[in-house]
């Protein structure tokens, strides 16, 4: 891969900054608890102050039709996720879960035997939680941010747009990828620690996974309750999930509830989400900031994705397939915004438009009238960086930031806990 040119390295860093402050949590409870809103109060402070002189506000604004768009992409893909995990989870029965061993995996057999070779201090730092989910977001909403010092390439909203589009495509493929074939987890204890679900396959699996008379506890339940049907309540316009979803008297009578307990479903899920989300950070990071910090984010995907087989929160395949399937997605959607070009393309615009008269000055050996249209565009290209923002500009500018860092809020709220 091309490492991209080195920027002056503050961002860099700032981002390893934030890592090594948010690790405190582990080393110290009491510093990370009174540096971190230091650290995020400063960022936030030191990002609204350089609002009034970011120049690119019109490139924004053409840019936020397509990021909006992206959002609803993702949030849509990130709904069908959801409701796919959970009927991964629950279509066999809580049995089948119980009475499946994981899968044999190689990488896991590999790292415990790396265990008995590598020296302890080595091993410790492999098993640390250095780095999880809302880090790497975290990583990229400071890359975005960014712009506002032109430290990356404008548009910010566009390279957001590319980072969530990307993400929706790459999570309908893995929905659809781990729907496709049922694994079972790498963790045989997970469905029955936490979730409440029937022990009996789904009647859609009885009839074509599993003979419905040879179920015991299925007979069983029958007998008592006396109905051959799966509790079904009322869910409205959205009863039609109640098949896919078997929702369970304990866990709520709404669909909505039930589906943000469904967390990382109880199968193998391939390929991992969480490696996912870290390779389209790490692309995104290469491509529009480079530098040694590049490196580093790499180092920590890399540490992140032996660390979720060490732990058995997936198969060594799931991180694989996550990292290439990242890559090629990142590389297939350049089309949204991409850091190549940068501020000469105004330029090169213009030059378009005068194309023929420059050609036909140059024939006539006319040099004044090819230096006034060189100047020309100079000049134009000046005036359009002076020009101050309207006013609907500064509304625009207002409301994206401020929007912005509810998302920034929202964001490490919703992920804090991986």
Partial sequence: MRWPAVKSGGLGVVAMTYVAVDYLRILSP????????VLWSLLALVAVTRVPFYRHWSAEFRAAISFLASMIFMLSALLFEACTVRFVTVVLGLNWHNGRPPLPDTGQWLLLALNEKLPEAVVEILRAHIIG????????????FSVLFESVKAP???????????????RLLRAITFASTILP???PWCASSRYSIPG???????KYYVPYASDANAIRQVIERDIAYDYRPDWGSMSFLIDFLRPNTSEGSSWYSLLKKAGGGCNDLVYSGHMFVAVLTAMAWTEAYGGFSSVLIWLLVMHSAQREVRERHHYSVDCVVAIYVGILLWKMTGFIWSAKGGTGDSRLTKLGKIQGRLLQAAKDSDMDEVRELLKDVELGNQESLKQGP??????FASGTIFFSLTIVILAFTWTSDG
Wanted: no cysteine.
């Fill in 133 to 144: 989910l809302h880090h790497y977001l975290m990583l990229f909403i400071m890359l975005a």
């Fill in 185 to 187: 987890s790498a963790r």
């Fill in 30 to 37: 009491t510093w990370h608890e009174r540096l971190q809103p």
């Fill in 156 to 170: 910010g909203l566009g390279l957001g747009a590319r980072y969530m589009f990307t993400m929706a495509v790459g």
């Fill in 200 to 206: 009996h396959p789904h009647r859609w699996a009885q």
């Fill in 390 to 395: 309207s006013k609907v500009m500064w509304l």
